[in-house]
C-alpha cells in the first residue's frame, strides 16, 4: 500500500511558479501510476496530468505550462506549474494507481490520494 503527502502549495502572483511534491511512502512506488488532480469551489476534480514507468500526459488545456516528473529513488512524484495564472487556483491532489492499461485520467481511476495542498495564485 502506498501513502500520499503532497508539499510546496501556497500563494503566489499571476506569472509565477510553483512546485508541488507527492511523497510516497511504501516499497512499491515504481509500481505505480501516479496523477495530479485539482479541484477548485464549487467545481469537479479535474484532471491536470499524470506518469506512468517514465512518459508524462497531460490535461490539453495545461500542456507547456506544467510538467510532471517522477523520481523513485525519492519516491517522489513533482509537478512543476509556471505561468500560473489566477484560474489555476484551487487544491491540488495527487494520486496514485498500479501500472496497467489505459490512460488514468479520472479520478475513478485512482486507488490512493493525498490530502492535497492549497495554490492559490493572484492577480
Known amino acids: 500500500q502506498v501513502q500520499l503527502v503532497e508539499s510546496g502549495g501556497g500563494s503566489v502572483q499571476a506569472g509565477g511558479s510553483l512546485r508541488l511534491s507527492c511523497a510516497a511512502s511504501?516499497?512499491?512506488?515504481?509500481?505505480?501510476?501516479m496523477g495530479w488532480f485539482r479541484q477548485a469551489p464549487g467545481k469537479d476534480r479535474e484532471f491536470v496530468g499524470r506518469i506512468g514507468v517514465s512518459t508524462p500526459y497531460y490535461a490539453s488545456s495545461l500542456k507547456g505550462r506544467f510538467t510532471i516528473s517522477r523520481d523513485n529513488d525519492k519516491n517522489t512524484v513533482y509537478l512543476q506549474m509556471n505561468s500560473l495564472k489566477p484560474e489555476d487556483t484551487a487544491v491540488y491532489f495527487c494520486?496514485?494507481?498500479?501500472?496497467?492499461?489505459?490512460?488514468?485520467?479520472?479520478?475513478?481511476?485512482?486507488?490512493?490520494w493525498g490530502q492535497g495542498t492549497q495554490v492559490t495564485v493572484s492577480s
Open positions: 511504501g516499497r512499491t512506488f515504481s509500481n505505480y501510476v
Open positions: 494520486a496514485a494507481r498500479p501500472l496497467g492499461l489505459g490512460l488514468a485520467v479520472r479520478p475513478v481511476d485512482y486507488d490512493l
